[in-house]
């Protein structure tokens, strides 16, 4: 069955540095999109990306992230300048007509 | 405000017996979907429900869409440890498909 996949697993990083974490949606996928959940809360929407542009995104998704789809299966998500309260896990999603799947996520922790 | 209110917040019960996860709403949705959550990992999909009225089965779970396509209800059948976890409703709106509105989510414990 097709699925959505992320890499990495888990990020470290340096508060003030750039992360880029990787996603490959499901291929005949057309909505993507990132959220990210802090440890113990709820998932929080980030960020949609339709026909190579953004959507909607949310007042968290600042100037500090930016989203790219560079090839035909990767979409990315970047954050310029890592900040503490940027550690939570990342996850992708892909959309087909109605059902939007998760990849496995990316643990990022920001020291 | 939460678009969706997802009730209870928390629920721990003894195996075997019956639950019910709600997912409420003012707004009307275009299809909701329930997923299942284990720590570390990310939402696994359990079911779609498009229809207002739909009714959906998976083993001992029973999924609702309700008529007006603004609420939905999650039914577990005699409740096993393995069912224990993190349940969350989501949702597009009728009139939104760029974005997914989540509930807060159902902490579920099913202890043996």
């Not at chain 1, 809360?41 to 949609?48: C, H, I, R, W």
């Not at chain 2, 009307?28 to 089965?57: A, D, M, N």
């Not at chain 2, 709106?93 to 902490?107: A, D, E, I, R, V």
Request: aromatic share 12%.
């Amino acid at each position: 069955e097709p699925e959505v996949t992320q890499t990495p697993s888990h990020q470290v990083t340096q508060m003030g540095q750039e992360v880029i974490l990787r996603c490959v949606p499901i291929s005949n996928h057309l909505y993507f999109y990132w959220y990210r959940q802090i440890l113990g809360q709820k998932v929080e929407f980030l960020v949609s990306f339709y026909n190579n542009e953004i959507s909607e995104k949310s007042e968290i998704f600042d100037d500090q992230f930016s989203v790219e789809r560079p090839d035909g299966s990767n979409f990315t998500l970047k954050i310029r300048s890592t900040k503490l309260e940027d550690s939570a896990m990342y996850f992708c999603a892909s959309r087909g007509l109605e059902t939007q799947y998760f990849g496995p996520g990316t643990r990022l922790l920001v020291l | 405000t939460q678009l969706l209110e997802q009730s209870p917040q928390f629920l721990s019960i003894q195996e075997g017996e019956n639950l019910t996860v709600y997912c409420n709403s003012s707004s009307v949705f275009s299809s909701l979907q329930w997923y299942r959550q284990e720590p570390g990992e990310g939402p696994v999909l359990l079911v779609t429900v498009v229809t207002g009225g739909e009714v959906k089965k998976l083993k001992r779970l029973t999924f609702q869409f309700g008529d007006a396509r603004k609420d939905s209800s999650l039914h577990i059948t005699a409740a096993q440890p393995g069912d224990t976890g993190l349940y969350l409703c989501a949702g597009v709106l009728s009139y939104n498909f760029n974005k997914f509105y989540f509930g807060s989510g159902t902490k579920l414990n099913v202890k043996p």
